[in-house]
């Protein structure tokens, strides 16, 4: 049997392609109006409004994730066993818990953005005046008060597809909007409001999506079932718990990049900064759909102790990213001069040391992106804190040192090991469980 053949006739990497590919077209539009966003905003801002505008709109986000408990986990990974089982009370009771708990986080994350909006102004966007803009945009918080959970409800009820729908109508108002000012003279406040218009479309509509998802599969007074059915707190703590410091983790040494950059250089670096890592985590488009679909599917076999077929999966799942992956890659380091050109204009050329530091580790990440889904499936959840704690304490220390030197090239070379290190790690120890367990 030939490989092609292999894939093909496996009807669960069938299954998951097909859910992937309907969640990834819409996201392919949503895709080329983000690009012209990009295009248009950075034109009107410059690099040192548009970086700005990336540290303010970030700080929120990572402010949000310090408290977050990454619900669309928890909901996969217990919401999914539970309708399996078809225990509907323990997933009602699963799923009001996770509703009220990350509604109660979005409102403190909100209130602590309020409170500390003036030092963000001073110590990271280094621009006074526009503390405003910090509390402002912070009101999206309280718009997502339920994606998190929403989108584990729509993974597995397999309407993860919705997403895409939801995420391209705000594409397409974000862009309209943006449009507006850059044709008819807007300012960095219009581009801020157009962000935040987005943001609430986004998280309100994917609130409703899984709210009608939730009433076909559990009723209309799912709601009132107790939180007392749900038999399993301890564990489900655990879980949370571990996923809400192993969150705070990856957004502080991950994903919080502009807020670094703005630390330690300014806003213009920052403008630069944000233009590579834009262009480079449209890796992410193709990934993001296969996270969403894959992640049900690695727990559904985990659960059932399909040692086998697992392997089999991540094999291939892993080939196909790797081919995809890599060519994008090679692409973006060969011609990364004329897209940061296309993009953003020749003003922003300063950016290709670090769009091409940072195509490496993304490149990494995206081709073993099943690495933490498979350790929460495994019911490992504290071997990722372990990891990316470590590698992130060094990323950080050698920032302090490397980046006020040698710029945002050092910041996207960091960022690269940050990956390596904390994918590879938790790649091995995934891989390495699924043989112990296989072999009992």
Same mark, same amino acid.
Do not use: C
């Given at each position: ?7 093909k006739?496996?009807?669960l990497f069938? !299954? ?5 590919g ?12 983000s690009?012209?966003q ?12 548009f970086?700005?505008i &990336? ?5 929120a986000?990572v ?8 619900m669309?986990?928890?909901v996969?990974?217990y919401? &999914? ?7 509907k009370e323990?997933?009602?009771a699963?799923?009001?818990a996770a509703?009220t708990?990350?509604?109660?986080v979005?409102l /403190?994350?909100f ?5 500390t909006?003036q030092?963000?102004?001073i110590?990271?966007? @280094?621009?006074?005046?526009?503390a405003?803009?910090f509390?402002f945009f ?13 989108t584990?409800i729509?993974q597995? +009820?397999?309407?993860?597809k919705l997403q895409g ?6 594409a397409?108002?974000?862009?309209l909007?943006i449009?507006g000012a850059?044709?008819?003279g807007?300012?960095?406040?219009v581009?801020l409001?157009a962000y935040?218009?987005g943001?609430?479309?986004?998280g309100?509509g994917?609130?409703t999506?899984a709210?009608?998802?939730l009433k076909e !599969?559990?009723?209309?007074g799912?709601?009132r079932t107790?939180?007392s059915? /749900?038999?399993?707190r301890?564990?489900i703590?655990?879980f949370?718990f ?6 705070t983790?990856?957004? *502080?040494?991950?994903e919080?990049e ?6 330690f250089l300014?806003? +213009?670096?920052? &403008? ?5 890592y ?9 990934a993001d759909?296969?996270?969403?679909? +894959?992640f049900?599917?690695?727990n ?5 102790k399909?040692?086998?077929?697992l392997?089999?999966?991540? !094999?291939?799942? +892993?080939?196909?990213s790797f081919s995809?992956?890599?060519a994008i890659g090679v692409g ?7 897209? *940061?050109?296309i993009y953003?204009? !020749?003003e922003? /050329?300063a ?15 995206y ?5 933490r ?8 959840p504290?071997f990722?804190v372990?990891?990316?704690l470590?590698?992130g304490?060094? @990323? /950080? ?5 490397l980046?006020?030197?040698?710029g945002v ?8 090991f940050?990956y390596?290190?904390s ?5 091995l120890?995934? *891989?390495r469980?699924? &043989?112990?367990?296989e072999?009992?």
């Amino acid at each position: 049997m030939s490989l092609l053949s292999k894939f093909k006739n496996d009807p669960l990497f069938t !299954k998951v392609m097909r859910s992937s590919g309907s969640l990834f077209s819409n996201n392919t539009v949503a895709l080329g109006l983000s690009v012209a966003q990009g295009i248009m905003a950075t034109r009107l801002l410059g690099p040192a409004g548009f970086g700005l505008i &990336g540290v303010v709109m970030s700080f929120a986000s990572v402010v949000n994730s310090i408290f977050s408990f990454r619900m669309s986990e928890l909901v996969v990974r217990y919401g &999914g066993e539970y309708l399996n089982k078809q225990d509907k009370e323990q997933a009602s009771a699963l799923f009001k818990a996770a509703s009220t708990t990350e509604a109660l986080v979005s409102l /403190l994350a909100f209130l602590v953005v309020l409170a500390t909006a003036q030092l963000a102004e001073i110590y990271l966007a @280094k621009t006074t005046g526009i503390a405003w803009m910090f509390t402002f945009f912070a009101i999206n918080l309280l718009a997502n008060f339920n994606t998190e959970t929403s989108t584990g409800i729509l993974q597995i +009820t397999e309407k993860i597809k919705l997403q895409g729908t939801v995420n391209l109508i705000q594409a397409i108002v974000t862009t309209l909007i943006i449009a507006g000012a850059f044709f008819f003279g807007g300012s960095i406040t219009v581009i801020l409001v157009a962000y935040l218009i987005g943001k609430s479309i986004l998280g309100l509509g994917l609130f409703t999506l899984a709210q009608n998802q939730l009433k076909e !599969k559990l009723g209309s007074g799912w709601w009132r079932t107790p939180f007392s059915k /749900l038999t399993a707190r301890k564990e489900i703590f655990r879980f949370a718990f571990s996923s809400n410091i192993s969150a705070t983790i990856i957004k *502080i040494f991950r994903e919080s990049e502009l807020i670094w950059v703005g630390f330690f250089l300014d806003t +213009t670096a920052v &403008g630069y900064y944000r233009v590579a890592y834009t262009i480079v985590h449209f890796l992410a488009i193709p990934a993001d759909p296969l996270i969403a679909t +894959t992640f049900p599917e690695i727990n559904k076999l985990a659960v059932e102790k399909a040692w086998g077929k697992l392997k089999s999966f991540l !094999k291939k799942i +892993t080939a196909f990213s790797f081919s995809y992956n890599l060519a994008i890659g090679v692409g973006l380091i060969l011609f990364g001069h004329w897209v *940061i050109q296309i993009y953003s204009g !020749k003003e922003y /050329l300063a950016a290709y040391p670090a769009l091409v530091a940072l195509t490496i580790g993304l490149v990494f990440n995206y081709i073993l992106f099943w690495n933490r889904p498979l350790l929460l499936a495994l019911g490992l959840p504290e071997f990722p804190v372990y990891v990316t704690l470590a590698a992130g304490i060094i @990323k /950080l220390a050698l920032s302090f040192w490397l980046v006020p030197v040698y710029g945002v090239a050092a910041a996207g070379g960091l960022l690269s090991f940050y990956y390596i290190a904390s994918v590879g790690m938790m790649v091995l120890r995934g *891989i390495r469980e699924i &043989g112990n367990r296989e072999s009992v």
